[in-house]
C-alpha cells in the first residue's frame, strides 16, 4: 500500500519528497504537458490544490502565471491578463510571467504594438518578470531552477497558504500597500503586526517604526501620509 501525501507526486520515491523541491500546482494546470515534465525530475515533488493566483507557487513569496503564447494574446483580448498580473503580484512579491511559445505569427485579431503595450504594462505598473521559453519542458526546467534558487534562499521548503485569503484579506492588503515605500512584502508585515489596515492608519510614527521592516524615515513618510489634513470644498449654504 502506498504512502504517498496525498495531492503530491513526486520525481523521487516518497520516502525521498522531505528533501524534494515543493512546487505547488493549480489543480487547472494537472493534465497540462509541464507537470509530467516536472515529475520526471528525481529533486521535485509536486503538490496539487487551488492556488490562490498563479499556476506554480515555487516559495512563500514567489509564483508564476504561466501562458501559451496563444493563450497570453486572449488574455489580452478579454482582459484577463490584468487582473491576474494584480493579483499575483498583490499576493507574491517576485510575481512571474512564463510565455511559452512564440508570440510571432500567430493567428489573432490583435497587432504586435498591442502585445508589446500588454508585456509593458504588466511589467513596469505591475512589478512582473516577463520570461519567455519556445517548449513545455523549457518551462519544467526553468520552473525547476526557479524553485531551487528560491528555497535555497529561503532555507526551507515552501508550503502551500491555506485556507486561499478571503477577498477581505486581499482589500486589506491593496489599502496598505497605497502607503508611501510599502509593497506587499511590507504590507504583509504591517498587517501582522497591526492587525487592521485601521490600526495602521492610526499608528503614530513612533508606533510605526517599531514594525518589522519599518525604519524611522519610512514611519514619518506613513505617518504623514494618513495625517496631513486636506483643506475642505465647502458647499454654499
Not at 59 to 67: N, P, T, W
Not at 154 to 183: C, D, F
Amino acid at each position: 500500500m502506498s504512502t504517498q501525501e496525498p495531492g503530491v507526486v513526486p520525481g523521487a520515491s516518497a520516502g525521498d519528497t522531505a528533501g524534494a523541491l515543493a512546487i505547488h500546482v493549480d489543480m487547472r494546470e494537472r493534465n497540462g504537458p509541464v507537470p509530467a515534465l516536472l515529475a520526471a525530475y528525481p529533486d521535485v515533488a509536486l503538490r496539487f490544490g487551488a492556488l490562490p493566483s498563479g499556476d506554480y507557487v515555487l516559495a512563500e513569496d514567489a509564483a508564476v502565471e504561466r501562458k501559451a503564447a496563444a493563450d497570453f494574446v486572449a488574455s489580452i483580448l478579454d482582459r484577463r491578463l490584468f487582473a491576474q498580473a494584480a493579483r499575483l503580484k498583490l499576493l507574491f512579491p517576485r510575481a512571474i510571467l512564463l510565455i511559452e511559445g512564440s508570440l510571432a505569427g500567430l493567428p489573432h485579431a490583435i497587432d504586435q504594438e498591442a502585445i508589446r503595450g500588454a508585456l509593458a504594462f504588466v511589467t513596469m505598473r505591475e512589478g512582473l518578470t516577463v520570461l519567455q521559453v519556445e517548449s513545455a519542458a523549457e518551462s519544467a526546467a526553468l520552473l525547476r531552477l526557479m524553485a531551487r534558487h528560491a528555497q535555497e534562499r529561503q532555507g526551507v521548503p515552501t508550503s502551500l497558504r491555506e485556507p486561499k485569503p478571503a477577498i477581505e484579506e486581499l482589500y486589506a492588503a491593496y489599502l496598505v500597500e497605497g502607503l508611501p515605500g510599502v509593497g506587499p512584502r511590507r504590507a504583509r508585515q504591517l498587517l501582522a503586526h497591526f492587525g487592521s489596515p485601521a490600526a495602521v492608519m492610526c499608528a503614530s510614527a513612533a508606533e510605526l517604526a517599531r514594525a518589522p521592516g519599518i525604519g524611522k524615515k519610512s514611519a514619518e513618510r506613513i505617518w504623514r501620509a494618513t495625517h496631513t489634513e486636506l483643506p475642505r470644498e465647502h458647499s454654499p449654504s
